[in-house]
């Protein structure tokens, strides 16, 4: 891992890689969180598919990037665009998700792919994020250690079970942005 890594826009060539880190990193993340049954069931063609109609701008306008050792491994990736629920005048941008596999996580790849994201975000108009995340997720303490604070707390349908998540939120990118 003394390779170098590169933090670039994704390519619609970039859906397997992207799919491949997104599957796997739930696989390690959620242990004990989501039920094993549902882990196991991830699929990473079925992913692949999600992230080409992604990537080829039939999902709307997202902003997505990866995180590449050596020109040629997706180790992590991110995506972001427009708040999604439309309920937080106060939160126009949205981190969709945020990615590393697990060997890669400490390296300061996430705050590299933050920053990414942040930087789109701006350049399209928003000032502000929220991004979205199971408080017993370790990445809880990252966004934390960025500034973001509680915003909302609420109850969602995730593989099959009612789960909290809570919002993380950045009222000003510029002022915490590269």
Not at 26 to 40: A, G, R
Not at 74 to 88: D, N, P, T, W, Y
Not at 101 to 117: N, P, T
Not at 169 to 176: A, D, Q, S
């Amino acid at each position: 891992m003394n390779s170098a890594m590169c933090i670039r826009a994704a390519k619609i060539e970039d859906a397997s890689g992207i799919a491949s880190v997104h599957v796997h990193s739930w696989q390690t993340t959620y242990v004990n969180i989501f039920p094993e049954e549902y882990l196991k069931r991830l699929d990473v063609s079925m992913r692949e598919k999600w992230w080409t109609r992604v990537l080829s701008g039939g999902e709307g306008e997202h902003g997505v990037f990866v995180a590449e050792e050596n020109s040629s491994h997706i180790v992590g990736f991110a995506s972001c665009g427009k708040e999604r629920a439309l309920q937080h005048p106060d939160y126009t941008g949205e981190l969709y998700a945020i990615y590393i596999l697990q060997e890669y996580q400490r390296l300061g790849i996430g705050k590299q792919l933050w920053d990414a994201c942040a930087r789109w975000l701006i350049a399209h108009g928003h000032d502000s994020m929220l991004a979205w995340v199971h408080p017993e997720n370790t990445a809880c303490r990252f966004y934390e250690s960025l500034g973001g604070e509680i915003v909302e707390r609420k109850r969602e349908r995730i593989a099959g079970e009612m789960h909290e998540v809570i919002a993380y939120g950045w009222k000003n990118l510029r002022k915490i942005s590269l």
